[in-house]
């Protein structure tokens, strides 16, 4: 980390501990530290390194989601000033699971580590159509749209939505990523998406990937 004066966060974050988390945002915002130096020397390091743990097979999927919700705590409080402040997010990713799919913890785990990763993010939810998928870019022009499938009968939904992206002229506009049980490298190249990730901790990697 940065700085020592966001070792507490940071600390918080990692034990998943979102009542210090929260209460020693406030303590930070109140003692006058800049909500976008909160968020990038404590809140994104501190996800950065619970990642790095669950990579390496120190934590696992429940640790990661405790640790995630502490995060959010701290940016419960960070987001109202960082949009004030006109903070440019890393990105911004349009998130759902896609069509005929009602699965949602694997999603909901990868946009908290995306908005670790600060990024600004769309969560479209679940079972959601190609159509929805089109119409939420054309809107807001996102970087990228990440999309999840938790079954093998839910995963050519993936396919449409990548053909009516190209289909309406905006495959050149974002970048795709998928993810998902079923899922893998091989089909994300088939299916002509950008990337794919095994897990919420490398989404958040892949997402930063793509934008360089």
Known sequence: MNDDKFKSIYQ??????????????QVAVDAGF???????????????????????????????????RAMQRGLEILKPLLASAEVDPSGTVVLG????????????LVGMMLEGAGFSLI???TDVSAD?????????Q??????SALLTTTMPAMKTTVDALSDAGLRGQVKIMIGGAP??????KNIGADGFAPDASRAASLALKLLE
């Open 34 to 68: 800049s909500a976008e130096d909160i968020l990038k020397q404590g809140l994104v390091p501190a996800m950065r390194e619970v990642g790095e743990l669950f990579e390496k097979g120190e934590y696992y999927v429940p640790e990661m989601l405790i640790s995630a």
């Open 12 to 25: 918080g974050i990692v034990a998943g501990d979102a009542n210090t988390v929260k209460q020693e945002v």
């Open 142 to 147: 996102p970087d990228i749209v990440a999309m």
């Open 97 to 108: 699971t896609v069509k005929g799919d009602l699965h949602d913890i694997g999603k909901n």
């Open 183 to 188: 899922v893998t490298e091989e089909y994300a």
């Open 132 to 140: 929805q998928f089109v119409q939420t870019v054309q809107k807001n």
């Open 123 to 125: 969560d479209l939810g």
